[in-house]
């Protein structure tokens, strides 16, 4: 994940990574490419990738590991999304990327 802001204009690029149950092939696909209208807070970026997930049918237990760069908003938003999942059995499938 990541957020890239040009012109006026931020766009927030959602990927994910997964292999087939039944293959050791993985796929890449982009998820989505987000206009983002607010500051790029750690609790704004959690509700749009939420967004995304709710959309793909993607429950947060199901993701394996989220890779950003090391921007405190991205590092806060990761830590809000695993506070979520915190006591709920982990189910792992997806790898998402995001970028901005």
């Known amino acids: 994940m990541d957020c890239a802001s040009r012109k006026d204009k931020s766009i927030l690029g ?10 050791t ?7 989505a490419m987000i206009d983002l209208t607010q500051k790029h807070t750690a609790v704004y970026l959690k509700e749009k990738v939420n967004e995304v997930l709710t959309v793909f049918e993607i429950k947060k237990q199901q993701i394996l590991t989220i890779t950003t760069d090391n921007a405190r908003n991205f590092v806060k938003m990761v830590d809000l999304m695993q506070k ?17």
Do not use: M, P, R, S
């Open 84 to 100: 979520e999942t915190d006591g709920i059995e982990k189910n792992y499938i997806f790898i998402l990327a995001l970028q901005c």
């Open 14 to 23: 959602i990927n994910v990574q997964y292999a087939a149950a039944d293959t």
């Open 25 to 31: 092939v993985t796929t890449l696909h982009t998820l």
